[in-house]
Each structure stands twice: as structure tokens, then as C-alpha cells.
């Protein structure tokens, strides 16, 4: 047989015996694994991270991608129409009920109610809120969380606050604000776009004159 012949015989040979060692060896790419498997950080932030404050807004000036956004004690639906009875948007108007920032113990939320302009795309909306410690430090862990889907071409929504127990501890609270584009981890210093802070006290606070109960 020519030297040309044996080669022909082989190379399928040696490819077959390689294939069986490696489909035999423990740990083969069969039974390959990620080795860096993608999980959620707690914090992702060095250092003190809290971005310009929503507290005080001027009238017609937006802030981040937000229109307006208040602290409440709740919210209605109003519905727009197209000019016809009957013939109502998708996107309902979210008008916010008490707004303010002081708040009882025995509240069951607080809302944070906002506008943005309308989304391209689907967002991701998220708050975490601290409690304050003698000296202006923050809790090093969230009191809690909340997450929001806004669709695509949707302007309004909210944020829920709600108490961990049966009543929130008195004192002042700092919540940072996140915008994440939908799959991203809302959570992360880099989707941190503002603050907005609160304050829970005995004392019942009183209506802003002209405000819906």
C-alpha cells in the first residue's frame, strides 16, 4: 500500500481515539460549566453615592428623565380620552393623592408618583430607601426595594414605600432613585439618578392647603 494509502487510514484513525479521551476525561467540555456565573450585587457603589435630589423641582424645568415626581400617600387613575366618549389611551394619568414628605408611623406606603417623557423602549424603575443614623450616615443595609416595568411609549408610574412591619420607625429617610433599561440590574450605582427623602414622625402632619386628602 502507498504511503499516500496509510495516511488516509490514519488520520480518521487518531481523530477517532482523541475524540474518545476527551469525551472520556472527567470534567470535558460535555460537562462544561460557567465559571463565572452572572449573580446580583447588594452594592456596587464605593464610597457614598447620592446623586441630585428630587425634593425641590421648578415649574417646567424637567429633572433626570422625569417630568415631575412627588412623594404621596397614594394615587388615582385618571383616564385620558381622544376626544370621543368611550374611546380611552392605554397610558393612564396617575395624579398623586397628599403629596408631601412628612408621613405617620401607621402609614401603609409612601408613593413616589412620577411622569417621564414617553419611552422608546421598556425601563426599569427602582427605589431603595434608608433610614438616616445620628450624624447623617445611612443604614448600611436598604430598610427595603421596589421595582417598576414601564413599557415602551408610557409616561406615568410609582414607586411603593411600604413599611417592613407593623409601623416605620420615627426619623428621616433618604430613598435613591434608579433608572435601568429593562434586563439590567436596577440596583447598580451606574442606574443611581437621584434622591428624594421623607421623614416619619408621631405627630400628624398636616394637609398643604388646596391638596386632596
Do not use: C
Not at 481523530?15 to 472527567?26: D, F, G, H, M, R
Not at 416605620?168 to 451606574?190: C, E, M, N, R, S
Request: glycine share 10%; proline share 10%; no cysteine.
Amino acid at each position: 500500500m502507498s504511503s499516500l494509502g496509510m495516511s488516509r487510514l490514519v488520520v480518521p484513525s487518531v481523530l477517532a481515539a482523541v475524540l474518545t479521551i476527551v469525551l472520556a476525561w472527567p470534567g470535558s467540555f460535555v460537562d462544561a460549566k460557567d465559571l463565572l456565573v452572572p449573580k446580583e450585587q447588594a452594592i456596587t457603589e464605593v464610597g457614598t453615592i447620592r446623586g441630585p435630589s428630587f425634593d425641590e423641582q421648578q415649574q417646567g424645568v424637567p429633572q433626570s428623565l422625569f417630568t415631575w415626581i412627588t412623594m404621596a400617600k397614594g394615587y388615582e387613575v385618571e383616564w385620558d380620552t381622544f376626544g370621543r366618549k368611550g374611546w380611552y389611551t392605554q397610558d393612564p394619568r396617575l395624579v398623586p393623592i397628599g403629596p408631601g414628605s412628612v408621613f405617620t408611623p401607621a402609614t401603609p406606603a409612601v408613593y413616589i408618583v412620577f411622569e417621564v417623557a414617553p419611552l422608546e423602549d421598556p425601563a426599569r424603575f427602582g427605589v431603595q430607601w434608608f433610614l438616616e443614623q445620628p450624624g447623617g450616615q445611612l443604614s448600611s443595609d436598604p430598610v427595603g426595594g421596589d421595582v417598576l416595568e414601564v413599557p415602551g411609549h408610557e409616561r406615568y408610574g410609582f414607586l411603593e414605600l411600604k413599611r417592613s412591619g407593623e409601623a416605620w420607625t420615627v426619623g428621616d429617610y433618604l430613598a435613591k432613585i434608579f433608572i435601568a433599561p429593562l434586563g439590567q440590574q436596577p440596583f447598580h450605582a451606574v442606574n443611581h439618578v437621584g434622591t428624594m427623602r421623607f421623614t416619619i414622625t408621631e405627630a400628624t402632619p398636616a394637609d398643604p392647603p388646596g391638596k386632596k386628602p
